[in-house]
């Protein structure tokens, strides 16, 4: 399976700073790499897919790069309903299309 | 637009065998991929399987011998079975719909995504 590391596990924000999470994965993936939101006792919802491409609806504040093994997303201001859990997911194997362990992004 | 709803025992006990369903409405199950993804007490998502809409399956290999998914079009849903549970599978089920899509990018490449999730149910196993 391909493992993918999500770094920090964990950070403190303000409204308003740059934000920027990265998700790390074992081997080579393309740009097949999704990013999901998740407010505490919520589904997950989908922000970006196939690395940068922001899904209908999300705010350009958030943003994907990357490509191979290291991806980062980035939200420009956070805002104060930006405050959840944020998972990568890899999708360049679509026999196991494996998450990261996820950043939780917290109020300073 | 399509919308999801999980639904299934709440409770389990060890040993079992857990059955979930999710229904869709707005859409037809039949065209689209559909998907299982747990999320247990605290922890992060694991995907648990996919199928297509032609009714090819796919499994987390952690999983595979113990989940099968499967699709009633008379129903227009899809459901989820585990055997064998343990206390390991106590967790929040979520279905949701997998988008599978062209782009150019660098080259013509299909991309697979969650974009539709249902609200979740809590399983819990115990006795």
């Known amino acids: 399976d391909i493992q993918m590391t999500q770094s920090p596990s964990s950070l403190s924000a303000s409204v308003g700073d740059r934000v920027t999470i990265t998700c790390r994965a074992s081997?080579?993936?393309?740009?097949?790499l999704n990013w999901y939101q998740q407010k505490p006792g919520k589904a997950p919802k989908l922000l970006i897919y196939a690395a940068f491409i922001l899904q209908s609806g999300v705010p350009s504040r958030f943003s994907g790069g990357g490509t191979g093994t290291d991806f980062t997303l980035t939200i420009s201001s956070l805002q104060s309903e930006d405050f959840a859990t944020y998972f990568c997911q890899q999708s360049y194997s679509t026999l196991a299309l494996t998450f990261g362990g996820g950043t939780t992004v917290e109020i300073k | 637009q399509v919308q999801l709803q999980e639904s299934g025992p709440g409770l389990v006990k060890p040993s079992e065998t857990l059955s979930l369903t999710c229904a869709v409405s707005g859409g037809s199950v039949s065209s689209y991929y559909w998907s299982w993804i747990r999320q247990p007490p605290g922890k992060g998502l694991e995907w648990i399987d996919y199928i297509s809409n032609s009714g090819t399956t796919n499994y987390n290999p952690s999983l595979k011998s113990r989940v099968t998914i499967s699709v009633d079009t008379s129903k227009n849903q899809f459901s989820l079975t585990v055997t064998s549970v343990t206390a390991a599978d106590t967790a929040v089920y979520y279905c949701?719909?997998?988008?599978?899509?062209?782009?150019?990018?660098?080259?013509?490449?299909?991309?697979?995504?969650?974009?539709?999730w249902g609200k979740g149910t809590t399983v819990t196993v115990s006795s």
């Open positions: 949701a719909r997998v988008m599978v899509t062209s782009l150019k990018t660098d080259g013509y490449y299909t991309y697979y995504y969650m974009d539709v």
């Open positions: 081997q080579s993936i393309g740009t097949f």
